[in-house]
């Protein structure tokens, strides 16, 4: 029995053995296949942890290209809106230039702008608002004009020449023997070359009784051995100032009728000496202009040894004076009239210069402004105003003209001024600017309609007649060599204007001022 339960025993021992066995080998199976469960995860989980870095390093190169893009989509937006503004800015530039090149391709001449009548290339054609209308009347003189011909002069004439016949026109008989008588006379009106006068002027020489040797006093004009008189220097300046007439052909103007030789140096020093001489003159002048109830103002441009300089005139009817200075600003103005004119109606052409010279009222001149609405009238033929202005502006010199009344000036400042009211700042070309410019000097437009007795013109014509010549002579000369030569021939032609406005002999009126350095 023993036997048994040992084999009993033995055997569940065994039985145990095999099962422990078998749980050992279980449990051994499952730790291996958590081990690799575990290896497996600890590889998956390194390899995703190694995919995180890469994905982690791969975003922030996409954020980095991202941010890159939305910076490259900052910076083409900001380009863009440049751009547009820069093509908004070039296409209002390129309808400017295009509205500037197409007035600039209208015809330009001394109806529609400033430029003086002697730069026309070609007459100007006659359009709806040409400044001078049309009178009606047949070209050359009218009735009741007084002519002027060559009459026949009654003195006793210093040659006479008959001119007998000597046979019959008809049978051919001689008439020598037929006694002649008087038949009709015609004149011959000429001129002949007077002979050089030579005058020796001979210093006296007394000695008085205390010894004292004294000798009689050249005047200034015959300081040197041998010089040039008064006429001859007169004739020189006329010719040179009044006729235009370059240096070198006085030269040869003179030996030709005179058989006098000179040289362009000599001419040059008489119109230095001329100047000398016409400084009281000149001062004269100035101070009657000071004086005078009106005075027109007007400058244009010189070359002066290949610059520009300036020529300014101040005139009415019985005076010119014109000056050369290098500025066309207000130190010129100083330069010649200190002070202004306090006592003068200033007309002149709306120039800032002008406008800040001191003076009792200023008068911008109407001829400059029609030129001016002109040249609009023809670069915009769509806008009204320009045109009514015009027709406002005749009006007004017509009524000057026809002699004006209180009722009358104040309708046309008010036909002004409802103008003036209506607002161009936004129009085409140069209307706006002369709008405003109109608006700051209203009181200065129709001035000369409150002088009924027309001593204030209502425009600058006089003062632009007086300018004018030097234009003539920069056309024949070229050019002024030096400022001193430009600023001699300004005093020369003052002289020159202001005798022929007072009908004085030019070369009566120069011998004169020159002749006084021979006394």
Same mark, same amino acid.
């Given at each position: 029995?023993?036997?048994?339960?040992?084999?009993?025993?033995?055997?569940?021992?065994?039985?145990?053995?095999?099962?422990?066995?078998?749980?050992?080998?279980?449990?051994?199976?499952? =730790?291996?296949? $958590?081990?690799?469960?575990?290896?497996? @995860?600890?590889?998956?989980?390194?390899? @995703?942890? +190694?995919?995180?870095?890469?994905?982690?390093?791969?975003?922030?190169?996409?954020?980095?290209?991202?941010?890159?893009?939305?910076?490259?989509?900052?910076? @083409?937006?900001?380009?863009?809106?440049?751009?547009?503004?820069?093509? !908004?800015?070039?296409?209002?530039?390129?309808?400017?230039?295009?509205? +500037?090149?197409?007035?600039?391709?209208?015809?330009?001449?001394? #109806?529609?702008? #400033?430029?003086?009548?002697?730069?026309?290339?070609? &007459?100007?054609?006659?359009?709806?608002?040409? !400044?001078?209308?049309?009178?009606?009347?047949?070209?050359?003189?009218?009735?009741?004009?007084?002519?002027?011909?060559?009459?026949?002069?009654? %003195?006793?004439? %210093?040659?006479?020449?008959?001119?007998?016949?000597?046979?019959?026109?008809?049978?051919?008989?001689?008439?020598?023997?037929?006694?002649?008588?008087?038949?009709?006379?015609?004149?011959?009106?000429?001129?002949?070359?007077?002979?050089?006068?030579?005058?020796? $002027?001979?210093?006296?020489?007394?000695?008085?009784?205390?010894?004292?040797?004294?000798?009689? +006093?050249?005047?200034?004009? =015959?300081?040197?051995?041998?010089?040039?008189?008064?006429?001859?220097?007169? @004739?020189?300046?006329?010719?040179?100032?009044?006729?235009?007439?370059?240096?070198?052909?006085?030269?040869?103007?003179?030996?030709?009728?005179?058989?006098?030789?000179?040289?362009?140096?000599?001419?040059?020093?008489?119109? &230095?000496?001329?100047?000398?001489?016409?400084?009281?003159?000149?001062?004269?002048?100035?101070?009657?202009? &000071?004086?005078?109830?009106?005075?027109?103002?007007?400058?244009?441009?010189?070359?002066?040894?290949?610059?520009?300089?300036?020529?300014?005139?101040?005139?009415?009817?019985?005076?010119?004076?014109?000056?050369?200075?290098? #500025?066309?600003?207000?130190?010129?103005?100083?330069?010649?009239?200190?002070?202004?004119?306090?006592?003068?109606?200033? =007309? $002149?052409?709306? !120039?800032?210069?002008?406008?800040?010279?001191?003076? +009792?009222?200023?008068?911008?001149?109407?001829? $400059?402004?029609?030129?001016?609405?002109?040249?609009?009238?023809?670069?915009?033929?769509?806008?009204?105003?320009?045109?009514?202005?015009?027709?406002?502006?005749?009006?007004?010199?017509? !009524?000057?003209?026809?002699?004006?009344?209180?009722?009358?000036?104040?309708?046309?400042?008010?036909?002004?001024?409802?103008?003036?009211?209506?607002?161009?700042?936004?129009?085409?070309?140069?209307?706006?600017?002369?709008?405003?410019?109109?608006?700051?000097?209203?009181?200065?437009?129709?001035?000369?309609?409150?002088?009924?007795?027309?001593?204030?013109?209502?425009?600058?014509?006089?003062?632009?007649?007086?300018?004018?010549?030097?234009?003539?002579?920069?056309? =024949?000369?070229?050019?002024?060599?030096?400022?001193?030569?430009?600023?001699?021939?300004?005093?020369?032609?003052?002289?020159?204007?202001?005798?022929?406005?007072? #009908? &004085?002999?030019?070369?009566?009126?120069?011998?004169?001022?020159?002749?006084?350095?021979?006394?």
């Amino acid at each position: 029995m023993y036997i048994i339960y040992d084999v009993i025993y033995l055997h569940i021992a065994t039985i145990t053995t095999i099962r422990s066995t078998r749980k050992v080998q279980s449990r051994s199976r499952k =730790v291996c296949k $958590h081990a690799l469960e575990a290896e497996r @995860l600890m590889t998956e989980n390194l390899s @995703l942890k +190694a995919r995180l870095k890469d994905d982690k390093r791969q975003l922030k190169e996409k954020a980095k290209e991202i941010a890159a893009i939305k910076w490259e989509r900052v910076q @083409l937006k900001r380009e863009n809106a440049h751009l547009r503004k820069k093509e !908004l800015k070039q296409t209002k530039e390129i309808e400017a230039l295009t509205e +500037a090149l197409r007035i600039a391709r209208l015809p330009k001449n001394s #109806s529609n702008s #400033s430029r003086p009548p002697s730069m026309d290339l070609y &007459k100007p054609k006659r359009s709806p608002v040409n !400044l001078r209308e049309k009178s009606g009347k047949k070209t050359g003189g009218q009735p009741g004009h007084k002519g002027s011909t060559l009459l026949f002069c009654m %003195d006793e004439p %210093d040659e006479v020449v008959s001119h007998i016949p000597e046979i019959c026109s008809d049978c051919g008989k001689s008439l020598k023997r037929i006694t002649a008588e008087p038949g009709q006379i015609h004149q011959v009106v000429d001129i002949s070359i007077a002979p050089t006068v030579l005058i020796n $002027h001979e210093s006296i020489v007394k000695q008085c009784s205390c010894g004292k040797c004294n000798s009689g +006093a050249f005047p200034r004009g =015959v300081q040197g051995m041998v010089n040039y008189g008064p006429n001859i220097s007169a @004739l020189v300046v006329n010719l040179s100032v009044r006729q235009y007439i370059p240096y070198g052909r006085i030269v040869e103007l003179l030996w030709d009728l005179y058989k006098i030789r000179i040289s362009e140096g000599t001419v040059a020093n008489m119109l &230095k000496r001329f100047a000398v001489d016409s400084e009281g003159k000149i001062n004269e002048i100035k101070e009657d202009l &000071k004086k005078s109830k009106v005075v027109g103002a007007d400058e244009t441009s010189a070359t002066v040894n290949g610059r520009k300089w300036w020529m300014h005139t101040y005139q009415n009817t019985s005076y010119t004076f014109i000056g050369a200075h290098p #500025s066309r600003g207000q130190v010129a103005q100083e330069t010649f009239f200190p002070g202004g004119f306090p006592y003068s109606i200033l =007309v $002149h052409d709306c !120039l800032s210069m002008q406008l800040a010279t001191p003076a +009792a009222a200023h008068q911008i001149c109407n001829v $400059h402004l029609l030129r001016e609405l002109k040249a609009a009238v023809e670069a915009h033929p769509e806008i009204e105003w320009p045109k009514e202005l015009t027709k406002l502006i005749k009006d007004a010199i017509k !009524l000057h003209k026809d002699g004006t009344t209180p009722n009358r000036t104040t309708r046309i400042n008010n036909r002004l001024t409802k103008l003036l009211d209506q607002d161009q700042s936004e129009a085409l070309g140069k209307i706006p600017a002369l709008w405003k410019r109109l608006n700051k000097h209203k009181e200065k437009v129709f001035l000369f309609l409150q002088y009924p007795d027309k001593e204030v013109p209502p425009d600058n014509n006089g003062a632009e007649r007086s300018i004018r010549n030097v234009k003539v002579k920069i056309k =024949v000369s070229g050019q002024f060599n030096s400022g001193n030569g430009a600023e001699d021939y300004a005093t020369a032609r003052s002289v020159i204007d202001t005798a022929i406005k007072q #009908s &004085k002999n030019v070369h009566e009126e120069l011998v004169k001022i020159i002749s006084a350095r021979f006394n």
